[in-house]
């Protein structure tokens, strides 16, 4: 508008070949203007058109978005003051990506099972180098299936049944190391056994000196995974490259072992090594790699922070220690008695225990969210969640809920004594991505509790009772604790 009073306004002289051009880029100028403001601006998508309207909630900062708020504060607290303000579904933005978090039973069961094929898993690329791209949480679709039905088989009751006397004896050398009255940072040693623990489910009997080069170099790649993601010499996450690679090599040298002694173990590399897809092929060493190390990472932390949180609630609780030790201590004396260890029977059947685990999976909520990413336009209760958009299902939220469980804060067991309502619970999440590690999980947390509660006691060090992340939540400091061997297993 201004550019054409201009041009009226000079008409009156004569023409220049200058004026000529400047008008000409004067007239092209405005149409690009007038596109880009006017046209592009206004440019909706057939969802904005139709009338779905964003989420409400904050997208911060030019850029940043709301990243200072969600870093300088509690993250959970970050979630439940915006759930608070705007209700079970809002917007934000975090690191330069726009998000809509959801915190409803339904809305996460919207994006994790009915809807799933509308989004996809979606990890920072960092993360992705270090565990390997052909781990299976990066697809969605055939590939996806075809590994995790591998897992799964390999990680069902059928095949880690046989897996109890191992896991036992794992527990049993864990927790002698322990005991003495020396402080242990509980959340350091149970990565140690849950890493034992994957390593079995896994390999099967795996040589002393591979498993050795396996732990140093995987605490090599563990410690750069959480750490800034810069290439700089001497640095946690080039550190971890480099490990990683090391790794490679060492897997390597297990599979070339096993398929050049016909070597016949149980487990995860066992299955891979057998599987052929529909068309016939078999999986590269890349793509086993990738994977075992991937359930590796899924496996150690988390269980892991679930026994961590079990010591301290048990701890803080001293009458449900008392009922877990009393259900503990039958299954013992019954076992001394007909000379034999834990059954898988005998772990289907710990009431009490097994209250105690669920509470701790809803009041820990170790896994407080996960990401997906919108592959479309999609449209949720009348909001748009736009194509390239991250969603986040938050777990925690839902397992705080008071509507879902009144007294939310309260660590309270027999809460479980009770049916939950559908999609309320989600420990191990839900749909095609769900954990399929859940039933080993419970196992060898169940089998860890059983001897801790008949043999040991502990105290823990200390009355700090805050919250750390590494990357997930545990109690401050790893919850230091002393342990002494009982010296009776009467009750
Ligand atoms: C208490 C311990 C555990 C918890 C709380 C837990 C939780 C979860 C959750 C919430 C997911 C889904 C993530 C998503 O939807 O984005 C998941 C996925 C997964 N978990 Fe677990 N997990 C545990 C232990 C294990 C163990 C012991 C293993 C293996 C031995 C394992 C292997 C996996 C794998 C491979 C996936 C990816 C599945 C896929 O993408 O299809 N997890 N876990």
């Known amino acids: 508008m201004l550019a054409f009073c201009y041009i009226s306004s000079v008409a009156k002289r004569k023409m220049t070949n200058f004026d000529l051009f400047f008008y000409m880029f004067i007239f092209f100028l405005t149409i690009f203007l007038y596109y880009f403001f006017v046209i592009t601006r206004n440019k909706k998508s057939s969802s904005q058109r139709k009338g779905y309207k964003l989420p409400p909630g904050s997208m911060g900062w030019p850029y940043i978005g709301e990243t200072l708020q969600l870093y300088s504060q509690d993250p959970n607290i970050f979630f439940i003051n915006r759930q608070r303000r705007y209700g079970e579904i809002f917007k934000t933005k975090i690191l330069g990506c726009p998000c809509v978090m959801l915190a409803s039973p339904e809305a996460a069961r919207f994006v994790l099972v009915n809807q799933a094929n509308l989004f996809k ?57 322990w005991a003495g009255g020396h402080v242990v940072n509980t959340y350091i040693e149970m990565k140690k056994y849950s890493f034992e623990v994957g390593i079995l489910a896994i390999f099967g009997h795996l040589d002393a000196h591979l498993k050795d080069q396996l732990k140093k170099n995987y605490s090599i790649v563990d410690k750069g995974y959480n750490s800034f993601p810069t290439n700089l010499p001497g640095s946690p996450y080039r550190n971890a490259i480099q490990a990683r690679k090391r790794l490679g090599k060492i897997l390597s040298e297990v599979i070339s072992e096993r398929k050049e002694k016909k070597l016949i173990e149980k487990g995860l590399l066992s299955c891979f090594l057998n599987a052929k897809d ?63 260890g834990l059954t898988w029977t005998q772990t289907r059947k710990m009431p009490m225990t097994n209250k105690v685990v669920l509470e701790t999976l809803r009041l820990a909520s170790i896994i407080s969210f996960t990401f997906r990413e919108a592959v479309a336009d999609v449209e949720y209760k009348g909001y748009l969640i736009p194509k390239g958009w991250k969603v986040m299902p938050l777990f925690r939220n839902i397992h705080h809920n008071p509507e879902f469980f009144p007294d939310p804060q309260k660590f309270d067991p027999s809460r479980f004594e009770n049916v939950q309502k559908p999609n309320t619970f989600m420990p191990f999440g839900s749909g095609v991505h769900a954990c399929p590690g859940n039933e080993l999980a419970k196992l060898e947390i169940l089998i860890m509790t059983h001897h801790l509660v008949t043999k040991f006691r502990w105290e823990v060090e200390g009355s700090n009772s805050g919250i750390q992340y590494g990357p997930f939540p545990v109690p401050v400091g790893g919850l230091p604790a002393r342990f002494w061997k009982e010296s009776t297993t009467s009750t």
């Open 121 to 177: 898993p979606t990890y920072p690329k960092s993360k992705e180098t270090l565990i390997g791209q052909s781990a299976l949480f990066f697809y969605q679709g055939n590939y996806h299936m075809h590994i995790r039905k591998l897992v799964q088989t390999s990680l069902n009751p059928e095949a880690i049944r046989n897996q109890i006397p191992h896991i036992e004896e794992l527990a049993i050398s864990a927790l002698n190391s």
């Open 278 to 340: 529909e068309k016939g092929l078999v999986l590269s060493e890349d793509q086993i790699a990738d994977n075992i190390i991937g359930v590796l990472f899924a496996a150690q932390d988390t269980t892991a922070s679930v026994l961590t949180w079990i010591l301290k609630y048990l701890h803080d609780n001293p009458k449900l220690l008392q009922s877990v030790k009393a259900e503990q201590k039958a299954i013992c004396q019954s076992n001394e008695q007909e000379n034999h």
